[in-house]
């Protein structure tokens, strides 16, 4: 194992990667990064679930050997610096993580602390399912179709950070070379910015969203672009996954065309069939039918924005979990921010971070402990015993603290 200067190595195994799987031993280092902000709220209870339910469903047989790493307001007072290569080197021997939400402050020189994680690790399909859990409020009349996973592009796009600020020197100089060479016409004060899409880009993420149909047994694939106006970067994305599929899964995936014409639109054992949505549709199409999609791919804005209308049927993004995946290396997180003005209140809902570590636990191969944790956390919410962004919107529920929360979880495995 690696010498860190600041961080603590546990006794316990490290995971590794054999003929292209992950091996995890009974005692695996896991990294955990409490995060900014409420980070310290509902970090705690989340550990309280978590090794309850492994120690539940697997007799004391296995365990998770916690290892703290830093990023944010933390890493700063630790470092020195808000992400230290410590953080990085760590990821890359441990290869999963759970971590909490991080704030970046005005003027570190970074856009956002999430997005540099994911470039750098190269951690580039930011997986959120989307799943209606019995208790929680929902928007809509019948959220318990709701059962969604997204696959989100998470290093490319306007992620990237290409763009300059209008009447700066960048930007004067782009406009410039773009009007002298490709006559175009953009107002001379304008900001800019570059969107890059690359096909290993989309077709790795597309390759990760057909692989996780077919293991689970979800029928659609739905690749979701703006490629009707940007159709050399959008419009591209979707055609490099047609491609993917057909070179790939040629056995396994179909389009909607074959699934009418060659299997009269029904679906064969085994196959999944792929099709696409212009984006604009697809966000009125999530709100009206969400039943009928099942995996969504998309580039990483459309993706974002796809990710919180979808969270936001089945309880906003409170409720929701996330992973950032790479091909072995995964980083966990709820999809919320850090709330600062609740930061050390103990009022915040666990319940993303909790749901995040169960994707955590499946990702491992420990799906008896993900599975405990996802039965308590239901039967929590039915007893009505929730924290205080719940107990709001609930009639006779009982308000709980954030670690009184875990404890009610906890007790419920």
């Not at 990064?33 to 310290?40: A, H, Q, R, S």
């Not at 002298?180 to 597309?206: H, Y």
Request: charged share 20%; net charge positive; glycine share 8%.
């Amino acid at each position: 194992m690696a010498n860190y200067k600041r961080l603590q190595v546990p006794k316990g195994e490290k995971i590794t990667v054999a003929n292209g799987q992950l091996k995890v031993p009974n005692k695996p280092i896991i990294a955990y990064l409490e995060g900014d902000g409420i980070g310290i709220d509902i970090w705690k209870p989340t550990r309280t679930v978590i090794d309850a339910a492994v120690k539940k469903a697997y007799g004391g047989q296995r365990e998770i050997a916690w290892m703290e790493i830093y990023a944010g307001e933390k890493a700063q007072k630790v470092y020195g610096e808000l992400l230290p290569e410590e953080t990085f080197a760590a990821m890359r021997e441990f290869l999963i993580g759970l971590k909490g939400p991080l704030t970046t402050p005005i003027g570190s020189g970074f856009r956002s602390l999430n997005v540099a994680l994911r470039q750098v690790l190269d951690l580039y399909a930011c997986i959120r399912p989307v799943k209606y859990m019995p208790g929680f409020p929902s928007p809509i009349k019948n959220p318990e179709i709701v059962d969604i996973v997204i696959f989100r592009e998470a290093v490319e796009d306007i992620y990237a950070g290409i763009e300059w600020q209008s009447n700066s020197p960048e930007a004067k100089k782009l406009i410039s070379f773009l009007s002298d060479n490709f006559k175009t016409k953009i107002d001379p004060a304008s900001g800019v910015g570059i969107k890059p899409i690359s096909p290993n880009g989309s077709k790795r993420l597309v390759r990760k969203a057909i692989q996780y149909a077919l293991q689970y047994g979800r029928k659609h694939v739905t690749l979701v672009h703006k490629g009707n106006i940007m159709k050399y970067t959008e419009g591209a994305f979707m055609q490099w996954g047609y491609e993917l599929a057909q070179a790939e899964f040629k056995d396994k995936a179909i389009t909607t065309q074959e699934l009418n014409e060659k299997y009269k639109g029904q679906i064969p054992t085994g196959k999944v069939v792929l099709n696409d949505y212009v984006a604009d549709n697809m966000l009125q199409q999530l709100i009206l039918r969400p039943g009928q999609f099942e995996v969504i791919a998309a580039p990483n804005l459309n993706g974002d924005y796809l990710s919180e209308v979808a969270a936001a049927l089945v309880g906003g993004i409170g409720v929701a979990p996330g992973g950032n995946i790479g091909d072995y290396m995964a980083l966990f997180e709820p999809t919320h921010g850090t709330a600062p003005l609740h930061a050390g209140k103990n009022d915040a809902n666990p319940s993303s971070q909790i749901l995040s570590a169960c994707m955590m636990l499946d990702y491992m191969g420990w799906p008896e402990a993900s599975a405990k944790i996802k039965t308590a956390l239901e039967k929590t919410i039915q007893q009505k015993k929730v924290t205080y962004d719940l107990a709001r919107q609930m009639q006779g529920a009982t308000l709980l603290t954030s670690s009184a929360f875990g404890e009610a979880v906890a007790a419920n495995l």
